[in-house]
């Protein structure tokens, strides 16, 4: 292979998830190009966190590939991400990736406590009362833990969890999932540096900005802050 391309196709929704689609292309020993669709979830950083199908394409030159792949239309690529996803869990016998279970997860948690953000239509903070306050906290500290998980390398995460569980399992078709991951969500918050309520407290309200630019970037955009 003497070079490898990726570009950006198209945004797919699947059920909740939203899928990126890259068109990856690469010239063959035999000087032919060949070319293959990616599929990336939102809150994914590393390359398990991928699928992709077969080389579907081999033409003498990528314009070629470039020029058909972008002449599929919207369902076709869907089709193409739904087989894709079925190829590996036939294959490797997947279960939900722990560790996305877990940023889904925080993720809606600390959407719900935090709410709608406190600015006003002129664009000034509005008043914001104690309740609302220890909220935007809680919603903060499921966001360290939540930023925290996705540092860690998928297996090293499974490998934790298994410890903090004494070796039970987390099966996500069980009752007690939930109750499992609070666990392990708990025993992480014990080991992070956070602030007490006071303190963050007088540090967001001086920087409510940028604390909602982070929330967005780790939650919306899909990507670290």
């Excluded at 833990?145 to 390398?153: E, N, Q, S, T």
């Excluded at 903090?164 to 918050?189: N, Y």
């Excluded at 900005?209 to 967005?216: E, F, I, K, P």
Aim: glycine share 6%; aromatic share 12%; charged share 30%.
């Amino acid at each position: 292979m003497d070079r490898l391309r990726r570009r950006s196709v198209a945004f797919l929704e699947r059920g909740e998830e939203t899928w990126a689609c890259f068109l990856v292309t690469f010239l063959g020993q035999n000087r032919q190009w060949y070319g293959y669709f990616s599929f990336r979830p939102k809150d994914g950083e590393v390359v398990e966190d991928e699928v992709r199908t077969a080389d579907i394409f081999r033409e003498a030159s990528e314009a070629e590939i470039d020029h058909k792949a972008r002449g599929l239309g919207r369902p076709l690529l869907s089709g193409l991400l739904t087989s894709a996803l079925h190829t590996r869990e036939r294959t490797q016998g997947e279960s939900p990736k722990l560790r996305r279970w877990f940023r889904t997860m925080l993720s809606e948690n600390s959407q719900g406590l935090a709410g709608t953000w406190p600015w006003e239509a002129d664009g000034a903070e509005a008043e914001l009362d104690m309740g609302k306050l220890r909220s935007l906290y809680a919603s903060y500290r499921l966001d360290q833990v939540c930023h925290f998980i996705a540092l860690v390398h998928p297996g090293d995460f499974e490998e934790a969890v298994a410890q903090i569980l004494e070796g039970r399992s987390m099966d996500f078709s069980s009752k007690d999932v939930i109750q499992f991951a609070m666990m392990v969500v708990e025993f992480i918050e014990t080991l992070l540096p956070l602030p007490p309520f006071e303190v963050w407290a007088e540090d967001f309200l001086e920087n409510m900005r940028d604390y909602a630019l982070y929330t967005h970037t780790l939650h919306r955009e899909g990507r670290l802050p």
